[in-house]
């Protein structure tokens, strides 16, 4: 089936440091993308609709200056955490539209730990 | 906005025995409900889907059941195994926006 590829899995920043992660449809182009913030033990909260060409959606609350995201080809998506704290310490995960079978598909996470 | 609910938080069942999760939804206009498994420290999978034209779907052992009327849809596991042990969450969109807005997840313990 269809697969969508995060990178990196997990990476570990020092504070004030800038984190970008990656989000790639392997064998589908992906017009919209989505982003998701998941704590231990907790559901995914929706962040953003990142849209390929085009500025992204933010959901309420979601600091737009602080995770600054880039669709810029059919496959890729980029959530930049920027100037990252302690508190932005979590499981970030992209999911990625098929938009020929209109299929929604998840990579595998990126755990991102700010010391 | 869509709000989604979902019971129980943390389930135990014996190894063979089945497990049902239930979750309501508030929005009207969902109309498509998937279901996603999660390991640990891995994105979700899609297990099964169900949309609103429809009240039941089956896939092996899984079902999920939806009831329109109520805004509430389940997920039934039958003869669980130890390998189904993982958290589940629902989730609601309506077609056409793919925001997902999901559920708090249940943790599934299958007890060999």
């Known amino acids: 089936g269809a697969v969508v590829s995060q990178h990196p899995s997990w990476v570990i920043c020092k504070s004030g440091t800038s984190v970008k992660i990656e989000c790639r449809s392997l064998?589908?182009?992906?017009?919209?993308m989505f982003w998701y913030r998941q704590f231990p033990k907790q559901s995914l909260m929706l962040m953003a609709t990142?849209?390929?060409?085009?500025?992204?959606?933010?959901e309420q609350g979601v600091e737009k200056d602080k995770f600054l995201i880039n669709h810029a080809s059919l496959t890729l998506s980029t959530l930049t955490v920027t100037s990252a704290h302690p508190e932005d310490s979590s499981f970030y995960i992209c999911?990625?539209?098929?938009?020929?079978?209109?299929?929604?598909?998840f990579g595998e996470g990126s755990r991102l730990t700010v010391l | 906005g869509e709000n989604v609910e979902q019971h129980p938080s943390t389930l135990s069942v014996q190894e063979g025995d089945s497990a049902v999760i239930k979750c309501t939804y508030s929005d009207s206009a969902s109309n498509y409900f998937p279901w996603y498994k999660q390991e640990l420290g891995k994105g979700p999978q899609l297990i099964i889907d169900i949309r609103s034209n429809v009240g039941e779907k089956k896939d092996q052992r899984i079902a999920v059941t939806l009831n329109k009327t109520a805004k509430h849809f389940s997920l039934h596991i039958t003869e669980t195994q130890p390998e189904d042990s993982a958290v589940y969450f629902c989730a609601a969109s309506t077609s056409g926006t793919y925001k997902y807005i999901f559920g708090t997840g249940t943790r599934l313990k299958v007890l060999a």
């Open positions: 064998d589908f182009q992906a017009t919209t």
């Open positions: 999911s990625a539209l098929d938009q020929n079978t209109g299929e929604l598909f």
């Open positions: 990142s849209n390929e060409g085009s500025k992204a959606t933010y």
